[in-house]
């Protein structure tokens, strides 16, 4: 009895696990063909600073629409466009879009304004990397320094002497890094003050975590004070209501993200919000 019951379990368990990777492959060939039929596109969420209140930037987030109008949430397909290779390509022309959408922006009059880009570990590695950046930048016409790429604290702990090398030289095209859903990944102090970086981006968790409690903010408190002492400019990311805005703003945070200022938006959206908001200063 005890028998076939394991076998039945053992059953069950492979009988999943088959589901499970045909699911992957079919997500991977939905997503290649979503790609070459160009139903992936940018949102863009707007970065404020907080004592101004005013848009000082903004973050590109790709997105899927499947045929029958689902969205599918990116961290669901990312994993599969790194795990297939299809990140090469569908980075690059995340890279690329959102710099063409940074020229257009300037052309439209928000001179100050920057674009940040996720950028996955595999495409970072990628021997091609560099070169992809060189022509996007290029191509384009985007300045550098109003571009900024989010690389995760994981990927800059991992192999730290070839990234440093690595960091170095995507820092000499001019364009700024900033470090994604800080506080979440066990970084050493040590080494991060061996990396040039440019921002850190406190984590959503973190940023819930803001209550009327002092304790609730001491991790924010700790990233804010970090930053400041190395040097770098912070975002709060998730920031969804004002009580959350204005303890960030009294640690001293200069920059935050979230659905309290703006949700993601489509490139058009995204030139009628800024026109509504006050003017952006140099
Ligand atoms: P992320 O880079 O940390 O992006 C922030 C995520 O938080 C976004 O989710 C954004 O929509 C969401 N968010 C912003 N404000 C709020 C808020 O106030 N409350 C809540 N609950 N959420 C908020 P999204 O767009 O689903 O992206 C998830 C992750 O997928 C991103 O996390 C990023 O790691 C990855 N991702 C998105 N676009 C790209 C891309 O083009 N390339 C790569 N490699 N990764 C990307
Ligand atoms: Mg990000
Ligand atoms: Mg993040
Ligand atoms: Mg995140």
Redesign the pocket.
């Known amino acids: 009895r005890a028998k076939s019951q394991q076998r039945a379990g053992h059953f069950y368990f492979t009988r999943n696990m088959g589901v499970e990777i045909r699911e992957r492959v079919r997500m991977m060939h939905a997503l290649r063909s979503a790609f070459s039929k160009h139903e992936l596109f940018?949102?863009y969420?707007p970065q404020m600073d907080l004592v101004a209140r005013r848009p000082v930037g903004a973050?590109?987030?790709?997105?899927w629409k499947t045929e029958d109008g689902k969205l599918v949430?990116?961290?669901r397909f990312?994993p599969i466009?790194?795990y297939s290779g299809l990140?090469i390509d569908?980075?690059e022309w995340?890279l690329r879009t959102a710099c063409a959408e940074l020229v257009h922006l300037r052309a439209a009059g928000h001179e100050n304004f920057t674009m940040s880009?996720?950028?996955?570990q595999v495409?970072f590695r990628h021997p091609q990397f560099l070169q992809v950046l060189r022509n996007a930048l290029a191509d384009t016409g985007a300045p550098p320094r109003y571009v900024e790429l989010?690389i995760?604290e994981s990927m800059a702990m991992e192999e730290p002497d070839t990234f440093i090398e690595m960091l170095a030289q995507v820092k000499e095209t001019g364009v700024h890094i900033a470090i994604?859903?800080f506080g979440t990944g066990f970084s050493s102090l040590s080494h991060l003050q061996r990396l040039r970086i440019d921002r850190l981006?406190i984590?959503?968790a973190f940023v819930t975590e803001i209550t009327g409690s002092t304790r609730g903010s001491s991790i924010a408190e700790m990233v804010i004070q970090l930053g400041r002492n190395l040097g770098l400019s912070v975002v709060a990311?998730?920031?969804?209501d004002e009580h959350q805005a204005s303890v960030l703003q009294q640690l001293g945070c200069p920059l935050a993200?979230?659905?309290?200022f703006a949700?993601?938006m489509g490139a058009d959206e995204l030139s009628g919000w800024l026109a509504g908001q006050p003017a952006l200063r140099a």
């Open positions: 940018l949102a969420q973050e590109a987030l790709l997105r949430p990116p961290d990312i466009a790194e990140i569908i980075g995340v880009v996720n950028v996955s495409q989010e995760t994604d859903d981006k984590d959503r990311e998730g920031v969804e993200q979230g659905f309290l949700r993601p």
